[in-house]
């Protein structure tokens, strides 16, 4: 945690989120002029969904090297001789990322309501409440983060891994949305077909275990005010993040703190 409150990549990310948002409010803004309507549907909806997005990948890539960057170091063998146990470790790992989500939050929320105050468009209090919620959003991102780490058996193959899960994610995302546009007058339709609808039950899934998934139904919820759905998110990723807790606790234990 000290590495991340007293380093320059937390402030980065938050400064590339602010900056990602006002461009997105700004288009949203210039379409508004241009158009010559005076209503703006959820204007803040996208900067925030981005901001939390980037919050979340930052905290699974600061949680993939928690553990393994400690052990490939031997400072985790250290650490086990004081009265630490795994589960200790792992709610310490959380607690600290919890932290650094909230002050993610304290710099990049009162930036945009200052950017609401400049461009008189008002920032949604459901969308805040959708703000608030977001801890339990991101915690399965925290927690897949952990178990890479505590898998991995450096701090380099820690990072390899979390690259993997990345890509895989994104590419169902967009492999998905591609095979949506195939012509049925193709003649490989028939397995495009098996595959994209193969893609579309793997994005299903990802829609309850994908922390990114998870903000963007949460937030949607928010500002619905769809209570019902919101809880659901947030129940889904609270126990996302205890299942994959438990995978980092019984990785921790097999793996060891050995490098």
């Not at 948002?21 to 959820?42: K, P």
């Not at 895989?168 to 495009?192: E, K, R």
């Not at 126990?239 to 060891?256: K, M, Q």
Request: positive net charge.
């Amino acid at each position: 945690m000290r590495d991340a409150v007293f380093g320059w990549s937390l402030y980065l990310t938050a400064a590339v989120a602010v900056l990602v948002g006002t461009l997105l409010l700004y288009n949203v803004m210039q379409a508004v002029g241009e158009s010559g309507l005076e209503i703006v549907a959820r204007p803040f909806y996208q900067p925030v969904l981005v901001a939390t997005s980037l919050a979340a990948l930052y905290l699974a890539g600061w949680a993939a090297l928690a553990i393994a960057r400690p052990r490939d170091q031997g400072s985790l063998r250290v650490l086990f001789f004081a009265p630490v146990d795994p589960v200790g470790l792992l709610a310490a790992h959380v607690l600290a990322a919890l932290a650094v989500y909230a002050l993610f939050l304290l710099l990049t929320v009162p930036a945009f309501a200052l950017l609401a105050v400049l461009v008189n468009v008002p920032l949604p209090p459901l969308l805040l409440a959708g703000v608030l919620a977001s801890a339990a959003f991101v915690a399965p991102a925290i927690a897949i983060g952990l178990f890479i780490s505590a898998i991995a058996s450096t701090g380099r193959a820690a990072m390899f891994l979390f690259a993997v899960a990345l890509v895989l994610t994104v590419g169902i995302q967009l492999g998905y949305s591609a095979l949506q546009g195939a012509p049925p007058a193709s003649p490989y339709y028939d397995a495009l077909l098996f595959l994209r609808e193969a893609l579309r039950a793997a994005r299903e899934a990802l829609r309850w275990v994908s922390p990114l998934a998870l903000l963007s139904e949460g937030l949607d919820a928010a500002l619905r005010a769809d209570w019902r759905q919101l809880i659901v998110s947030a129940v889904a990723g609270i126990g996302g993040g205890a299942v994959w807790l438990t995978l980092a606790w019984w990785a921790l234990r097999r793996r060891g703190v050995l490098p």
